[in-house]
């Protein structure tokens, strides 16, 4: 089985073969400049406690990570959208421990900017069986210390491949989190944190497990 780094790669290769030398450039260059702003520094780190939310899934009906966490350890995916085609590489390989994760006692949920009919997409494409949440106006996510505002000219070039983040997120803002990842231990200190400003690099789902067998003392 390939790693997801593998995966990703493979991505990459794919999306180089269809979008345009200029294209891949703004990319690359909005990926620097994101990194180097100091982004990281602002992102919640292990050992701190997790700020609590209660966020609508995709029937609109609310969800309360003290209750998730309350049952134990708690993974939270954040993810910039249903469009975000390393996204949907990322939470299919998360699929893929989730029976492990609960075999531990934990659970997972994801979190997305994305208005819930639009989140309900993530679910319908990849049959997930945790609940996908809805932060509206990037509330959570910025406070875990993962927003960031897309600069104009990534903004055109959105526009430009048909991605319109202002019907899809609900608001005008043009931002989107790190996609990231935190372990919460049922008391909501953080176990394990990874959020990498460049979207193309996530944590392999095997270290994900490796951060609540840690905790179990396994």
Known sequence: MSTLAEQLAANTAARRKVLAAEDWKTIDGSIAALGATGIRSSVLKTGETAPDFVLPNS???????????????????????????????????????????RSLGGDMVGITPELPDEAAKMTEKHGLEFEVLSDRGNTIARAYGLVWTLPDHVREFYGKIGLDLERSNGDDSWELPIPGNFVLAPDGILLDVFADPDYRVRQEPADVVAAIRRWRGG
């Open 59 to 101: 029937d609109g009906v609310p969800v309360s990570s003290i209750e998730l966490r309350a049952k134990g350890p708690l993974v939270v995916k954040f993810y910039r959208g249903s469009w975000c085609s390393y996204c949907n590489v990322e939470v299919r390989a998360l699929m893929g421990v989730l029976e492990e994760i």
